[in-house]
């Protein structure tokens, strides 16, 4: 039976790697974007079930997300 609590997501689990971790490598490097840790092997290169959380994490700067979680940019929403 469920208990209505979801559990929560903080790493890339293929990296072994939290997202706590990959945002100071980010910050370290100066990365902007999600795109820059998987273009430089950080994160991200396994199964991708991550890359919406890291996409979330390179602009709110969180670092614990729940299934489902994305970033939307309002700017480009529709409907
Ligand atoms: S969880 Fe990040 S690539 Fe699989």
Redesign the pocket.
Known sequence: MATGRRKSVK?????KKTFCEILDIASEMNFTTYAQLLENKI?????????P??NKMMVTGETEFYPGDVYIDSDKATG
Not at 11 to 15: K, L, M, T
Not at 43 to 51: E, Q, S, V, Y
């Open positions: 790493r890339c689990v293929c990296h994160c991200g290169m396994g199964c991708g079930m991550c890359h959380y890291l």
